[in-house]
């Protein structure tokens, strides 16, 4: 199986960003646990702070990845050319947020890409990135 994790646009200071919000620990030590649960799983990592390099590489995997967690940070609320990239791909697609946003400022409670995801997790933490991991291995389970 093969998965692809994509962080938006500041989730590169994972750890040092706001911990109050997103927490003290950095995404890369999130990481080596997340592969180590999980095995079997190839589990591949993007982060980009360009809205563009996003969606090249929702091009990149989306006819033959099994599945891609997708935080993308405050693009979720503005970006329709990221949305218009998940419906054009095949791969599906997991919306991750970190924060609950629907607990947060109004702007965050719209998102651009829940309806074209196949579902939508926020508010666990670090764990939203494991449970879209388990959402994908269990749809993929299930189409097998
Ligand atoms: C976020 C929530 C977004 O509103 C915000 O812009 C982020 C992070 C989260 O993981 O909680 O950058 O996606």
Same mark, same amino acid.
């Given at each position: 199986m093969?998965?692809l994790? !994509?962080?938006?646009?500041?989730? $590169? ?8 919000i997103?927490?003290s620990r ?5 990481? +080596?646990e ?7 799983v190839?589990?591949?990592?993007f982060?980009? $702070?360009h809205?563009?390099? !996003?969606? +090249?590489e929702i091009?990149?995997v989306g006819?033959?990845?099994d599945?891609?967690v997708?935080n ?6 503005t970006s329709?050319a990221?949305?218009d990239?998940i419906?054009a791909?095949?791969t599906p ?8 946003v ?7 409670h719209?998102?651009y890409l829940?309806a074209?995801c196949?579902g ?12 879209g991991?388990?959402?994908i ?8």
């Open positions: 093969k998965i994790i !994509i962080n938006g646009p500041n989730l $590169n200071l994972l750890g040092v960003r706001e911990p109050s997103y927490g950095g995404f890369e030590s999130y990481l +080596d997340l592969r180590k649960t999980y095995p079997n190839d589990i591949e990592y982060q980009s $702070n809205e563009g390099s !996003i969606i +090249d091009h990149r006819f033959s990845y599945g891609i997708l993308a940070g405050a693009y979720t609320h329709v990221i949305a990239a419906s791909v095949t697609v997991v919306e991750v947020h970190i924060s609950n629907h607990r947060r400022e109004e702007f965050r719209h998102s829940s074209v196949m939508v997790i926020c508010g666990f933490g670090l764990n939203s990135y494991r449970l991991v388990e959402a291995i269990d749809n993929n389970n299930k189409t097998k």
